[in-house]
T-cell receptor, first 114, second 112 residues
């Protein structure tokens, strides 16, 4: 069965510090991978998605970046965090293989920038 | 322009009653998919139901059904026989190719 892991679960970082959030998927190959951000009480904002290794599509220009160094690994990074980067970050995967249509979400990372 | 619009920030429903959560979408792609997810206070995203743009029948999953009106570009979620555990945020989403975008959500509260 497929599983998706995200870490850390919670993170408190000072403004201006770097960020690295990691997401890994098990039990599937060549998934589409996604990073979303959810501000408190708000909807999900699509940040990045990837259809393959090294292929990143950015939805919102900002101080965040994403990388996919391996097929089932998706990393969200920042060189200098802003207060506005606080939120709940969700990684997700999807595939059209085998009739699977929906996205599967990780448990999320709650980031607080102080 | 917003691709997914959920116009109801919050809804109340009496336990055991049915409730409809609205969702409209905007796309020029003939092939797309529509989803509904539930997000309880724990933060996890729970998949509820899926409707493909070429599906002839409205999707149903247990107490959940999707009222798909293609010409109106609407994909409302109907929850029958509401339960207290249905209290949560509900998100409508649309897939166009690999890209999936979400609406702003509706907070549903079920009243005993």
């Amino acid at each position: 069965s497929q599983t998706i892991h995200q870490w850390p679960a919670t993170l408190v970082q000072p403004v201006g510090s770097p960020l690295s959030l990691e997401c890994t998927v098990e039990g599937t190959s060549n998934p589409n991978l996604y990073w979303y951000r959810q501000a408190a009480g708000r909807g999900l904002q699509l940040l990045f998605y990837s259809v393959g290794i090294g292929q990143i599509s950015s939805e919102v220009p900002q101080n965040l970046s994403a990388s996919r160094p391996q097929d089932r690994q998706f990393i969200l990074s920042s060189k200098k965090l802003l207060l506005s980067d606080s939120g709940f970050y969700l990684c997700a995967w999807s595939t059209l293989a085998g009739g699977i249509r929906e996205q599967f979400f990780g448990p999320g990372t709650r980031l607080t920038v102080l | 322009a917003q691709k997914i619009t959920q116009t109801q920030p919050g809804m109340f429903v009496q336990e055991k009653e049915a409730v409809t959560l609205d969702c409209t979408y905007d796309t020029s792609d003939p092939s797309y998919g529509l989803f509904w997810y539930k997000q309880p206070s724990s933060g996890e995203m729970i998949f509820l139901i899926y409707q493909g743009s070429y599906d002839q029948q409205n999707a149903t999953e247990g107490r959940y059904s999707l009222n798909f009106q293609k010409a109106r570009k609407s994909a409302n979620l109907v929850i029958s026989a509401s339960q207290l555990g249905d209290s949560a945020m509900y998100f409508c989403a649309m897939r166009e190719g690999p890209e999936v975008t979400f609406g702003t959500g509706t907070k549903l509260q079920v009243i005993p």
